[in-house]
């Protein structure tokens, strides 16, 4: 769930392809912010007032900053499969005859399930903490761009 803080500092950052957001606002500001600025960019509120960074050599810094967490995207994802796959296994032999076998399967099947759910756990608290050191790096990134006049104010 997305927050919502006028104040609060948040950026977008959109290149070819992914979005990496911390927004601070509501879906609908998000889905309008995204939008207006569509294309390579970034979009930041730094201190109450919103910026629109288009440089290129500012977009590559923050895709390397934040690449090591959407790195981990394609993990994710597979643990998100395995998990599915199981889970509909899982349902298929509940609905069936009960035999021996179909209980050890359920077994071996609830084990998997919970090396899986361990596994995203630590995907999810990875993620955290790439985020976290991307996001120590970003904002002073943010603010020389500032200072330098690469970010371009925008009036709201």
């Known amino acids: 769930m997305l927050a919502s803080s006028a104040h609060k500092d948040a950026y977008i950052i959109a290149t070819d392809s992914h979005t990496t957001f911390n927004t601070g606002t509501g879906l609908a500001e998000f889905n309008a912010l995204r939008k207006q600025h569509a294309g390579r960019s970034i979009w930041v509120r730094r201190g109450g007032r919103e910026y629109l960074i288009t440089d290129e050599t500012v977009l590559l810094r923050a895709e390397a900053l934040f690449a090591p967490e959407a790195a981990l995207g394609s993990q994710q994802a597979a643990a998100g499969r395995e998990e599915a796959q199981l889970d509909a296994e899982e349902e298929r032999l509940e609905g069936g005859t009960r035999t021996a076998a179909t209980g050890?399967?359920?077994?071996?099947?609830?084990?998997?399930?919970?090396?899986?759910?361990?596994?995203?756990?630590?995907?999810?608290?990875?993620?955290?903490?790439?985020?976290?050191?991307a996001e120590r790096a970003f904002w002073p990134l943010v603010d020389t761009a500032i200072r330098a006049g690469l970010a371009k104010p925008l009036a709201r």
Request: no cysteine.
């Open 104 to 133: 050890r399967r359920l077994s071996e099947i609830r084990a998997r399930q919970r090396v899986v759910a361990q596994r995203e756990k630590e995907l999810d608290d990875k993620e955290e903490e790439l985020e976290r050191a």
